[in-house]
């Protein structure tokens, strides 16, 4: 008889209690239990999946406190180029209507640090919210720097004029892009860099921080995949099991997670574009190709963990602890 | 080879003491190695302060409550909620300056919790709520000790009952005798629940004879575990028997683990049960729980022997360790993330 274990996400159908618009296509949504109840906790940079639809899951960063242990609050944007999420949450998301919540879980956690820049760009804003509380909590010296279309697109402005000058506002039509030079360029050792937006500013950030800041300094989380690097093509190659004492071949056109859903292996998993981190599962031998965009590049030089969903094995055979 | 040990995060809710064992006498404990004393003060609320005289290093828990101070048994320095020294018997003149650190306390539940971390974040975030541990419709008895093991272990033992059966036959339900239903583990951010549903199966003799249903009748069961913080195990045992029989008869453990340090964790069990009201099914009940739970330190305690000898091993883990290795998982992220 297979005792195969069965793993999944918390998941709970929660109420819209309030769809306030906060800006411009964007819209705050807090949720919560029917019957009141707590929701598992979080900590600042944790996101949940919408389940919008079959095959229509979005992920959102949790936007309010931590200390509230009743309701969720996400904020989302009203995308030009949806690909149908957003567009739903604008449409169907009402005061009053139900959502399957999955979740929370956290691949964006905010390290401790003496010192902290932020730079959040458009709906990148929600994350950093219970961040900059945080940190402004325990004391830490930082500064945001937000930057949006215009003033009237940009959420929660008036929840970070609390903050004073340690908030600097960009709307783009008035003060341009961000001076990402500036911002980053001389390093500072023990400042931490959080950023979290569209995918031309994460580059611009990431491309800055790699060239003469400490590894690690940076932090960021990517809702889209990253464009994949050339040439990187896919190959078969033994899949090893060790938990489980199976061994199943993974051939060039499917990832080690679909092998291992056919094969009844109980993985868990949510985007399958490897954003999410849902699907981390710890490496016990091999060398693993990562494609993500989650790992930083220490962890991934680490090979201690992956995202199955999209990472593959450079060699012929990769051993996982499932 | 990689270092099997999570470490524990400071930036958490412990529950320290039990409700009970905090009063008028100042109790002395040592929680994240960190000496700390709590008592009551005239209110009814709990003060948590360092354990150790600002003046010489000898444990304010060795002193006494004066009031709302905590007076020192040597130097009889005196103490008021915050850590200040109000009070010195030899001059006027308070030493400026003079204090011992204070720790945010929330006493819930039955539980004295302790936050030893970042004294501002403590705000942030709450202790789990134990409400079945003062509800009327609970009966409740336990324990407190501390195990000569690091807290990991103990996460570990808790996240997978298989054991049981092995450890202590005469407390295993029948039901662990057969294989292992499938293990279902459910995960959020930072907390894992895991349940079986067992196949129907007789209840252990003794449940049986406190509970007053016949041995004979057998009944599903569900085995449900919760890591719910850093600090807490909230687990539940559930006979499905029908109501005409009694009804269900639900069984909750609650764990709270403090790491005393590395090799040390204070741990308050509770047994609370929703049938066989009154004492002397209690009394009956305590023996074989106390019995179990003191196998289990004695187990574990030789496991921190074992790995202080001859270091971590690469474990083989089974499906079983599923619940194990997620919360795992968990600890290792929120030690990381303490920088």
């Not at chain 1, 095959?55 to 959102?60: A, G, M, P």
């Not at chain 1, 962890?299 to 012929?316: D, Q, T």
């Not at chain 2, 179990?292 to 270091?311: C, F």
Request: with cysteine; proline share 7%.
């Amino acid at each position: 008889m297979t005792t195969q274990p069965i793993v999944r996400e918390f998941e709970a159908d929660l109420k819209v209690v309030a769809a306030v618009e906060a800006a411009t296509d964007v819209v705050t949504l807090t949720l919560a239990a029917e019957d009141g109840s707590a929701l598992p906790p979080w900590t600042p940079g944790a996101h949940i999946d919408l389940v919008l639809g079959e095959d229509l899951v979005r992920q959102y960063s949790l936007c309010g406190s931590p200390a509230d242990t009743g309701s969720y609050r996400v904020g989302v944007l009203r995308a030009p180029d949806s690909r149908g999420g957003s567009k739903a949450v604008h449409a169907e998301l009402h005061e009053g209507a139900t959502v399957r919540v999955r979740g929370p879980r956290n691949h964006f956690p905010l390290v401790a640090a003496p010192r902290y820049l932020f730079i959040a760009g458009g709906i990148g804003i929600t994350p950093m919210l219970p961040m900059i509380a945080e940190a402004e909590a325990s004391g830490a010296d930082w500064r945001l720097v937000y930057g949006g279309r215009s003033r009237a697109s940009m959420a929660f402005v008036d929840e970070l004029a609390a903050y004073g000058d340690k908030v600097t506002l960009l709307p783009q039509d008035e003060a341009g892009f961000p001076d990402l030079d500036a911002l980053l360029g001389s390093p500072e050792e023990g400042t931490l860099v959080y950023t979290c937006g569209p995918t031309g500013l994460l580059d611009a950030v990431e491309e800055r921080c790699a060239a003469s800041w400490p590894a690690g300094s940076l932090h960021l989380e990517r809702f889209s995949a990253k464009a994949p690097a050339e040439g990187e093509e896919d190959s078969a190659f033994e899949l090893v099991l060790q938990r489980s004492g199976r061994t199943l071949q993974v051939p060039a056109d499917k990832s080690i997670f679909e092998v291992c859903r056919e094969a009844g292996v109980s993985v868990v998993g949510s985007c399958l574009e490897g954003v999410c981190g849902t699907c981390e599962t710890e490496v016990v031998e091999g060398d693993v190709e990562h494609r993500d965009s989650i790992l930083n590049e220490e962890e991934k030089e680490s090979n201690e963990f992956m995202m199955i969903c999209v990472s593959r094995c450079r060699g012929e055979s990769l051993t996982l602890d499932l | 080879m990689r270092d099997r040990s999570t470490g524990y995060p400071r930036n958490a809710w412990y529950a320290l003491a039990a409700s009970g064992e905090v009063g008028g006498t100042p109790f002395g404990t040592r929680a994240l190695d960190t000496p700390v004393v709590l008592f009551r003060i005239s209110d009814g609320s709990i003060v948590a302060l360092g354990d150790r005289d600002a003046h010489r290093p000898y444990p304010l828990s060795l002193g006494h409550v004066d009031g709302d101070t905590i007076v020192s048994g040597y130097s009889g320095f005196a103490y008021d909620r915050t850590g200040a020294c109000v009070r010195v018997p030899s001059q006027a003149q308070v030493p400026y300056g003079a204090r011992v650190p204070s720790y945010p306390v929330v006493e819930e539940g039955d539980l004295v919790w302790v936050w030893l971390g970042e004294p501002s974040l403590a705000s942030l975030r709450h202790p789990v709520s134990t409400p079945w541990l003062t509800d009327a419709a609970w009966e409740t008895f336990g324990g407190e000790w501390e195990t000569a093991a690091g807290v990991g272990l103990l996460h570990d033992n808790f996240a997978d009952i298989t054991h049981v059966a092995v450890v202590d036959p005469v407390i295993s339900p029948p039901a662990l005798a057969g294989v292992a239903p499938a293990l279902e583990v459910e995960l959020t951010e930072t907390t894992v629940h895991f349940h079986r549903d067992w196949p129907a199966a007789p209840l252990p003799e003794w449940q049986a004879k406190v509970s007053g249903t016949p041995t004979t009748a057998s009944y599903p069961q569900r085995e449900e575990g919760a890591f719910l913080a850093p600090g807490l195990w909230a687990d539940r045992w559930d006979v499905l028997v029908p109501a005409e029989d009694g009804g269900t008869q639900t069984f909750r453990f609650t764990h709270a683990v403090t790491p005393v340090d590395e090799r040390h964790t204070r741990h308050i069990w509770r047994v609370s049960r929703n049938f066989a009201p009154g004492a002397e099914a209690s009394d009956a009940l305590r023996p074989i729980f106390e019995s179990y739970y003191l196998k289990v330190r004695e187990i574990l305690e030789t496991m921190q022997q074992v790995i202080d000898r001859d270091g971590y091993g690469e474990d083989v883990n089974v499906a079983a360790d599923l619940a194990a290795l997620q919360v795992r998982k968990i600890l290792r992220r929120l030690v990381a993330d303490e920088g």
